[in-house]
């Protein structure tokens, strides 16, 4: 099985957005263990996009199309699919109500141009739209297939894990081709991609003859380093178990030369990794932010179940509100002191067992002396009030964002450190 | 001329990296008048690097080819251009000089694989490394061409500026094209792509016979529909004076038929349509926020320059916050006078000149018999206090999205309303 992803959309050709589809489909056809050998982008033009789908399909078995399913008329893909399958396009009535019942749900009035989204090509099969209004397709042609999906992120996503994934697995098997790829992706704050690579170096060079387990590392920006381990085995039990195996092995080497970087797995978030941590103790938590401005909060907010532990915080952007509402002495407020002083202050404004602070400059000019990237940390807990000093690198937005994960990072390993040590603290 | 990319590299299809290079390019040559209907991304393996050449010759007139170009094994980009063109490769002596010369200056000792990069298909011309070590090529196929870079972006633009673009005109100038292209994007939140399309449909039609202006609609998810205008011209002047008259007719087909909702022009925000009228005004904000959690005040201090009309903001995620710092009655607190009470409250605690406020239900549960999706914005100036009730789609982080960039909408209206009819507030 060879997938070809097709991004469709004059956007893309005149960069006036990145094409995160392809980069997310072809992580998630790898971590599957399903062949991906080239990508095109083409634009609404419907020869083109024809060319663009008859070229992809002489030299791959299936062909992920994204974009162009919309209801406006620059939304052409379903006429250029079929016509590569040389089939006329019908228009689907259950689609239409769907379409027509998410217009009365929300009170809206429904522009005619949307039942366009009915239309499908004769022999399609439909993937159900939840997220928006438009369907994605499954399109057979000979021993090949055409999906279809919209170009939203949020949708593509929605239908590929529901839909598309699971009948090209199937395919795959059909195919003979048994082997089963399973996968884990350990989570790392505070270390450098190359730091991580010598530390694992032994494993990567074992691994390198063997061929049945790799080692990745895939640097994700503002979240951290992640290392992703896949395993390939005749069959599920048996590639789960050579992740195990070397899962531990990995950890070990991690923990030993870098310290406890490891804050999660897969999808687990550094808010996750905090949220368990409190639940667990009964603890709730309370944040004083500057230089990120809101951006703590709105990552602990964002996990659901956050009012159990979750009080609030204050966006200390001014520094009056600083010294009025946290009780910070007047002087300088990018340093060790202001940033204990905050997490004190809210903690007692906002009633909660733990405050966590951040201040500092996030550029692009200095302030108070400081060249921005300084940020300080603050912690004020039951056991005791402390600070950790950061140097960040970047642009405004990367020290902001740099800030809110290292400042969770900090709670994390000091919520770790203490948890043994102390009785929990109850409200 | 049409101009194909092609970006060499495994990591592209693996997802590993995000291609920026060829949004880059892309952008470029739009901005230059120059046609690019495809893009490709092939990975490091020779023959299917060799057919993506093929078939990028096959449609298009020139090829720029990002990658494949360094010292290692998997550097094949060399070898598969000579075999399109059916000549050796040959090294090149005054290549191997400059890169034995850049180790000897730099103090260390060159492996030999660097000298694979002085490597030459017969009869192509070299582009000078000035940034790197790998050199460019440009290689003439008959009355087609291509162009070879290395991937490194801050390598790859130099070459393109320097060598590519001069070379890339002058072919279009000897083929008698000479119109210029430029675009416009209008920003807008509150309206769907298809009511946006109905309210520019007889412009769309109007314009397919044309030619010289086009329409395009980008739905960019939580930041609203970006409706794009592009112009081609016969020079500079000509193009702008097209996009120009184009503009204003299509800003007021959009403001007669869906009110006020551009909100901005190319790479503007709401937070930064936001700052300009607070600057303008000379007016202050503070923010409370419930469901969006510090999402609101993250965006306005997104925006350099903030402090001098951002104050801060409460995040009162647990009721009782809201109750004895905001002094919201006791009571279900998703509701419009919770909502104003927040503003009010938010504006005297941070003695701003506006506060504003967001209470609502992110879900997935319901809360106060209100369904996921309700959401009341709270506005308080000194002209009056006011609330606006939304009901918003999709599921937790959609929702938050949402009610923050419908929030800030809320204020825009309200200051664009009025601005006029009332005095500037001073502190």
Known sequence: MRVE?????????????PDTNSQWLGEQLAANG??????????????????????????????IVCGGLGPTQDDITRAAIAEVMNVPLERDGEIVEVIRAMFVARGRA?????????????????????RGTAPGLVCALGQKVVYAVPGVPYEMTDMFERAILPDLLERQRSTGETSVITSR??????????????????????????????????????????VRLTARGDDAPHASAL???????????????????IFGVDHETMEDAIASRLVARGTTLAVAE????????????????????????????????????????????????????????????LKSDIGLSVTGVAGPLEQDGQPAGT??????????????????????????????????DVLRRALDRHVAATPVISK
Do not use: C
């Open 5 to 17: 992803i097709v991004a469709v959309g004059t956007e893309l050709l005149l960069g006036q957005i």
């Open 34 to 63: 399903i062949a991906s050998h080239f990508h095109q982008h083409v634009g609404d033009n419907h020869d083109r996009i024809v060319l663009a789908f008859r070229t992809a399909l002489a030299r791959s078995d299936a062909l």
């Open 110 to 130: 429904m522009p005619e141009n949307n039942l366009l989204q009915a239309d499908v090509p004769h022999g399609a099969t439909v993937i159900a739209q939840t």
């Open 185 to 226: 992706v350990l989570r790392t704050w505070g270390a450098s991609e190359s730091a991580l690579a010598e530390a694992v170096a032994d494993r990567f060079d074992a691994l390198a003859d063997d061929g049945r387990v790799t080692i990745a590392f895939l640097a994700s920006g503002i979240e951290g380093i992640k």
């Open 243 to 261: 992740l195990y195996e070397e899962e531990a092995l990995v950890r070990r080497l991690v923990n030993d030369r870098l310290g406890d970087i």
């Open 290 to 349: 500057s230089v990120t401005g809101g951006l703590i909060a709105s990552r602990l907010v964002g996990v659901a179940g956050a009012s159990a532990w979750f009080v609030g915080g204050l966006v200390s952007y001014a520094s009056e509100v600083k010294f009025d509402l946290l009780g910070v002495a007047r002087g300088p407020v990018v340093s060790a002191s202001a940033a204990e002083q905050m997490a004190t202050g809210v903690r007692a404004l």
């Open 375 to 408: 940020v300080f940390v603050g912690l004020s807990m039951a056991e005791r009030t402390e600070h950790v000093a950061l140097r960040l690198p970047g642009d405004r937005p990367r020290v902001r964002s740099y800030s809110a994960i290292s400042a969770l």
